[in-house]
């Protein structure tokens, strides 16, 4: 039972383009959203996280929009980079209790 | 100010010998957990611990495989007879608290285990 559902599983974006990805998921009482960036050889690390009291949290180039009627959430990356070549995932826990849950990555090549 | 350290990086271990992974934590964190990643796959659970203590160790196959974090020492996850289906990529994470909003996961980077 995949709890965690994330797609694309590869994308291409021109340099300076959006990059959206997303995520649904199945457990109502998830209340804990980070997202994960993996490069090559090296463990994930915590790119941005939400809360399901929030609609949309943004650092810098890096946007989390949650959408909690609809069990979704996105991660955009404005004016994407070639250094934002990575693989991302999207994970999600009932915070203070379970484990995280994580998506099956969505790998994204910034291209020039 | 290091972070979590995992070793070996690289393990390459013949069918029916015994893989043994070490996983340091960061400094302060008393909580770790484990994950596997197969090719193409995300990161899978397979155990949460504590000190002495296993806290939930719902995705660990139940036979071969077992975790330790001892009171003084790393954390160990060892496979006994490893067999070619335990090829994958072996994550550590470690946080301060019960991983949440304000006590986020940090990972190491892995130990590759290669079964030939």
């Known amino acids: 039972q995949q709890q965690v559902k994330q797609s694309p599983q590869s994308l291409i974006v021109q340099k300076g383009g959006i990059s959206i990805i997303n995520c649904a998921y199945e457990n109502t009482a998830f209340d804990y959203f980070p997202w994960y960036q993996q490069f090559p050889g090296k463990g994930p690390a915590l790119l941005i996280a939400i809360r399901p009291d929030v609609s949309e949290k943004k650092e810098g180039r890096f946007t989390i929009s949650f959408n909690k009627s609809a069990k979704q959430f996105s991660l955009h990356i404005m004016d994407s980079q070639p250094g934002d070549s990575a693989t991302y995932f999207c994970a999600a826990s009932l915070s203070g209790n379970t484990p995280l849950v994580f998506g099956k990555g969505t790998r994204l090549s910034v291209i020039a | 100010n290091a972070g979590v350290m995992q070793n070996p990086r690289h393990l390459v271990r013949r069918r029916g010998q015994e893989a043994r992974l070490r996983c340091s934590p960061m400094k302060g964190h008393s909580h770790v957990y484990w994950y596997r990643q197969l090719p193409e796959e995300g990161l899978k659970f397979m155990v949460y611990l504590q000190k002495e203590n296993i806290i939930d160790e719902s995705g660990m196959p139940k036979e071969r495989f077992s975790a330790e974090f001892p009171k003084e020492g790393p954390s160990i996850l060892r496979i006994q007879q490893v067999v070619r289906g335990d090829s994958a990529a072996y994550f550590c994470?470690?946080?301060?608290?019960?991983?949440?909003?304000?006590?986020?996961?940090?990972f190491g980077n892995g130990t590759r285990l290669t079964v030939t």
């Open positions: 994470a470690s946080s301060p608290r019960t991983a949440g909003d304000n006590s986020p996961l940090h």
